[in-house]
């Protein structure tokens, strides 16, 4: 991993779009890397997306904003529509590709997609899709080992209840699963 | 000699600055005399206004706060709601408490703040020099409704003891008037009983008390009472327009 | 210790409530809102007071009421609704009671946007409202400082008996960061001369008339006196590869981080780059930016505004010792590396490069 990267996750309010931005912070924060994340606040919200940047860095943050992220994470089409020509080149963008009706048209992008939704749905509830993405996302770009991350995912989720606390782990697993398979 | 009357103890005893037949003093009296009687005056927080009364952080002898025009209530709020146990009141004029100030009286009797407002409205801006007030009298002359007020150009007089009765936070609302002995008698009765019902934490307390201003009227003081019997008491009725519990 | 994850808004409220804050009066509006709803979660748990007031107008004054009982009280808003507070700011600095006022900045004038901006610098650090005064103003630039400055904030106003303003860039309210959550103060100095009812002492008075001449200048001599010792005691400011800089940027709040990076980009161009960062506003550190303007060929003020407000400090820090440039906009943030190609363009037209 380069010394600082900056993610994008975007999507519709609901998605659990900021709580992923949160919990990939969290998890990061864990492994002693520097972390900030903006959020889009206010009016800008309106019409339902919701979107927020992700820095992670071995130094103090300098600039914790930027308008071209390395990494989008895009949950839904409006998302793709307004994020796609902002990526860096040679940057990622990663695809939910239950919610989005077409292909990215970068070439100098690497896209990841997953059909988030489908997954989510196949363990009972939608509300985990989030974790589902969150799960290959860490996976795929090695920032901490798995059981690492589940114990993190402990202290992140305390004072919630067992049974959601499993679930949410659950679906991280599904992710990191896919990810190993699909995005070698 | 036998002494018959004194300075109240929650007077200072400065001397004040009101013009010839201006009630103020009288209604600065009541408020200090209900204090003594209560036993309260070192328990008690006052919050005077900008207007004639401004100094009144000089005359009352209790800790006292000098407002911004029209604030009075807002300030009252928050020393109450962190001191619970102290009694406030707050002194604004027509201008101060019906104008500029509309929005924190009406809130602070929506929230039923447990503080009493001596409201005192004598129709106009006495320290300015005599303009309109939202209490100044439909046909009465000021310096800015020099053709006497219209409804047409000024609206109607405010009546804020009738849309204050309305506001559930309101515990104690009573218009009184200090033209006559007997009714200087039930407007320190009034104002008692609002810091009574003050301290029993019922809610938001409120005494207009009716009032002269010899100098901006134009009238002598005796001419004044007189301006005030037939004029402002028709349209602005006495009596006690809300008493929580009876 | 620990460090958890917090919203720069959220730093505030909590380390307010860490300064013993127990007053919390407002008024909604965005990019500060989340500082009165986490004020109306905490502060009935903890014996404190909150009040959603009808209007900043109300809020404001209801800060004057609960700071007058000595109480630490504090108030939030953006920038309209901080123009709306100004009449009680001044009856406050007058009043000489001490409280904080947050500004978290959105951008004007008129209802303006909600995005970044700092263009309340001249209402914050000019008094703001009406009469001879000023106010301290903080300026933080990260999550963790929203909690470290407001509860300095507090330690100083209650210090020099002067409201205090806390200013940062909606960005900031908005951004979550890893905080050091510091320890409750536990000691706080005596207010002998609040509004507690007179019980066993002669009453108090809180007042901010003063009719006769010489009343009123003897109380602006007494302000004017207090404005000296606050400058004199309080300016802070922090310096980045200054020392051997031609081009010394200026910049505070989130724009001072940003900033910190495009020196770095600079100096890897072989411009000789440093920075200075206010941390106060008011008192401004004229001091500071003087001495090295002393050492360095020019200056670039770097604020989220566009016509550009703390230039003019720099301007009379500098009196003319150095040209001062310009690098400006509103309601976004610039990025490092645009922030290095326009320097480059400056070091050019300097001679620099």
Redesign the interface.
Known sequence: MSKEQQVLFAGFGGQGVISMG?FL??LA?HTGK???????????MRGGTANCLVTISDEE????????PMTAIIMNRPSLDRFEDKIKPNGTLVLNSSMVDRLPQRDDVEVLQMPVNLLADQLGTSRVANMVLLGAFVEKQGLMNIDQALEYLDVVFKGKQEAIIAKNKEAFLVGVDYARKEWK | MKMIAKKPESLTGAKYHYCPGCSHGIIHRLVAEAMDELNIREQTIGICPVGCSVLAYDYFNCDMLEAAHGRAPAIATAIKRLLPDRYLFTYQGDGDLASIGMGEIVHASLRGEKITTIFVNNTLYGMTGGQMAPTTLLGQVTTTSPYGRKVEWEGYPAKMCELLSCNEGAAYICRTAVNSPANIIKTKKAIKKAFQIQGQGLGFTLVEVLSTCPTNWGLSPADSLKWMEEHMIPYYPLGEFKVKGE | MQRVLMKGNEAIAEGAIRAGCRGFFGYPITPSSEIAEYMARKMPTIGGVFVQAESELAAINMVYGGAATGARVMTASSGPGISLKQEGISFLAEGELPCLIVDICRGGPGLGGIQPSQADYFQATRGGGHGDYYIIVLAPSSAQEMMDLTMLGFELADKHRTPVMLMAEGTLGNLIEPVLVRDEVTEFVDKPWAITGCLGRQPNIVNTLHMPVEQLQTRNQHLTEKYQAIRSQEIRSEEFLTEDADLILVAYGIMARIAKKAVMNARSLGIKTGLIRPITLWPYPYGVVNKIAQTCKAMVSIEISTTGQMIEDIKLATAGKVPIHYIGEIARTPNPEEITQQLLVIAAKEGLI
């Open positions: 949160q912070t969290h924060m520097e972390v900030s994340c903006a959020l889009s606040y206010g009016a800008e943050i300098s600039s914790p904003l930027t308008e071209n």
